[in-house]
């Protein structure tokens, strides 16, 4: 079983910023072996193992991407390549944009809609290291109302016997959490409107119900305030962009709703792509601050969120998640808890509860970067080791 000594002058152990100083991480095989100071744990490990050394730099728990979609190649137009790209050549690209992830510091994925279970053979490849790749979690096929959202994967449901006969089929395929898209969304321009919702309240509860006899969370795809209420309602896992859109481009923020989401332990995951800035430029700082203020709504309330990128998506590239970490930023959220966004809460709202700290005992998913994301949240970019189930890329 291989071992690895790292240190650091700072290392990141977990929650609200906690850290070590001039500390240590001993990895053995896929877990991490001990954490601590850095003399106690060189006394720890083997004789004459040689330390990889950071002696300006920052060990932290890898990063987690709570929303990609592997399938899609982040160009103007994505969907349309998606359609005219064989199931082969998709793959060939999925695994180019998964070292991309790695490469950029992120150890875990949650992928959330492929085609044909694409991602669910990543998975595999990865895990067998036969490809180089992140953790990845995935949905396979997501579930859609006919015509709706993304209907092109092959995921479309009329009734609750085809909600549950797909959940099954993605079940037995191998997938990791179920996906359905409460509401329309803008990449579907034939389907329903972004925020008109593609499910009543029971069709999702009958979604978790039946992905809960097979041990999958649920994740929905919501950007309606009523789709966001009625996925509230049916206890799934985590709420997907969670937009509050009204009809006609308004916003509905609901206080009432709001607490049901922190009491329920629901997570949200804005899917806010690298491109934000962009985006703002685009439709006029006026719009952009009336798109933005419902996650500073959340925020301020508390709503646990989770770090994701929608990366695959128009302009959403895959190897530029501090940029998306950066709107949070924005928002007037501190260092340690954008840090925790992207760590240990994904983990626990992913339900991977191996990952996320630096902790013995846990996958060793290590990022080491130079300087300190603490003060600087740009140091995240400045990846020098990226370590994922004790696998070794270095920059």
Request: proline share 5%; glycine share 12%; with cysteine.
């Amino acid at each position: 079983m291989t071992e690895s000594l790292i240190t650091a002058s700072r290392v990141i152990t977990g929650l609200n910023g906690s850290f070590i100083p001039d500390g240590a991480v001993l990895v053995r095989g896929d877990r991490i072996a001990a954490v601590g100071p850095r003399e106690e744990i060189e006394r720890l490990a083997p004789a004459g193992l040689p330390p990889t050394a950071f002696p300006h730099g920052t060990l932290l728990p890898g990063l987690i991407d709570s929303h990609v979609h592997l399938i899609f190649d982040a160009s103007n137009d994505p969907l349309t390549a998606v359609q005219n790209t064989d199931d082969d050549a998709l793959l060939e690209g999925m695994a180019e944009r998964a070292q991309q992830l790695l490469h950029s510091g992120v150890t875990t994925v949650r992928d959330l809609g492929d085609r044909n279970g694409l991602v669910i053979r990543l998975r595999d490849a990865i895990n067998d290291t036969t490809l180089p790749g992140p953790r990845i979690l995935s949905s396979a096929t997501p579930l859609t109302s006919p015509g709706g959202h993304l209907y092109m994967f092959g995921g479309e449901v009329a009734d609750e016997g085809a909600i549950r006969d797909m959940v099954r089929r993605n079940a037995d395929r191998g997938a990791d959490v179920i996906k359905i898209m409460g509401t329309g969304g803008g990449m579907t321009k034939d389907g329903p409107a972004i925020w008109q919702n593609q499910f009543t309240e029971h069709q999702l509860r009958v979604t978790v119900e039946e992905a809960g006899r097979h041990g999958l969370p649920v994740a929905v795809h919501a950007h309606g305030t009523d789709g966001i209420e009625a996925a509230v309602n049916a206890g799934v896992a985590t709420i997907e962009h969670c937009t509050w859109m009204s009809e006609e481009g308004g916003f509905d923020l609901r206080e009432d709703l709001a607490e049901k989401i922190k009491a329920q332990g629901i997570s949200v995951c804005p899917a806010t792509s690298p491109n934000w800035r962009a985006l703002a430029e685009r439709v006029g700082h006026q719009r952009a601050e009336e798109m933005f203020s419902s996650m500073r709504w959340m925020a301020r309330l508390g709503i646990p969120m989770i770090a994701g990128t929608d990366a695959g998506v128009p302009r959403a590239a895959f190897d530029r998640i501090v940029s998306a970490l950066e709107f949070y930023q924005y928002l007037g959220l501190t260092n340690d808890k954008i840090i925790d966004m992207a760590t240990e809460d994904a983990a626990q709202a992913l339900g991977i509860t191996d990952t996320g700290r630096l902790a013995e005992g846990h996958r060793a998913d290590i990022l080491a970067v130079d300087g300190d994301p603490l003060t600087d949240l740009g140091a995240l970019r400045n990846a020098r080791l990226v370590v994922s189930g004790g696998r070794m890329v270095r920059r």
